[in-house]
């Protein structure tokens, strides 16, 4: 039994810059491995997850705010790809700019979504999720 979450494209996409990010902060050194790595991993984290749990079959105004909690922790990690880039902890350039293009596809993805949702009478909420609850 999936969660139907895991069938939103926007939540797909961000499970791909997530594996980005991470592959981008095992190439730090340790010397920000309490800092950058753990921060851009941590923001990126929360994308997917405030992704998924904004998809609970709230109103659509919860999950509206839930995705712009996903698009303050995108932002946060592009920032931090920034200070990366500007310490020149890492020179692969080509790498650097398929993270940005990313990131970019990401953030205007969660954006459509919002504007889905804000519209009157238009719905992208998912439906309430079946969860068989006769095995626990």
Request: with cysteine.
């Given at each position: 039994m999936s969660f139907k979450f895991e069938q939103l494209d926007v939540w797909q996409l961000s499970l791909e810059y997530s594996d980005l990010i991470y592959e981008l902060a095992?190439?730090?050194?340790d010397s920000?491995?309490?800092n950058l790595?753990?921060?851009i991993t941590r923001a990126a984290t929360s994308v997917s997850l405030n992704i998924a749990e904004?998809?609970?079959g709230q109103s659509d105004p919860e999950q509206s705010r839930f995705l712009g909690m996903a698009i303050r922790?995108?932002?946060e990690t592009?920032?931090?790809?920034?200070?990366?880039?500007?310490?020149?902890?890492?020179n692969e350039k080509i790498f650097l700019d398929k993270l940005d293009l990313k990131a970019q596809e990401l953030?205007?993805?969660l954006h459509v979504f919002r504007r889905i949702l804000a519209k009157p009478n238009k719905t992208a909420a998912e439906e309430q999720a079946p969860y068989d609850t006769d095995e626990i």
């Open positions: 095992d190439k730090l050194p920000e491995r309490f790595k753990s921060q904004g998809s609970t922790s995108l932002i592009v920032a931090c790809q920034r200070l990366i880039a500007r310490r020149k902890y890492l953030a205007k993805r």
